[in-house]
Nanobody
């Protein structure tokens, strides 16, 4: 089990940028596939981005392709989500998730496949 702590959320204007960080307690982050999910008020949790443990495979929700980038620094036990060209519809709580797996298929897009979650960080985009 790995503990995850997100940071970097906040209030930003439309078109602005934020970088979310997810610090992991495990020193073997390289064993985990990592992902970001979002949940807006009154809505279900949605997939945003995922990265295989090797870092060679990434997936993005269609709504964020070309605007968001997931990355990882295993030496620092940290995963990032760079969010550019933010829109009001990106407003949500963003959660980091980890799954100890070598899988690189589209199962990484499904929240049910992740065992460990952070507490979330709020992102608010004003119009």
């Amino acid at each position: 089990q790995v503990q995850l702590v997100e940071s970097g959320g906040g209030l930003v204007q439309t078109g602005g940028s934020l970088r979310l960080s997810c610090a992991a307690s495990s020193r073997t982050l390289s064993s985990y596939a990592m992902a970001w999910f979002s949940q807006a008020p009154g809505k279900e949790r949605e997939f945003v981005a995922a990265m295989s443990r090797s870092g060679r495979t990434t997936y993005y929700a269609d709504s964020v392709k070309g605007r968001f980038t997931i990355s990882r620094d295993n030496a620092e036990n940290t995963v990032y989500l760079q969010m550019n060209s933010l829109k009001p519809e990106d407003t949500a709580v963003y959660y980091c998730a980890a799954r100890m797996t070598s899988a690189w298929d589209t199962s990484l897009r499904n929240s049910y496949n992740y065992n460990d979650w952070g507490q979330g960080t709020q992102v608010t985009v004003s119009s």
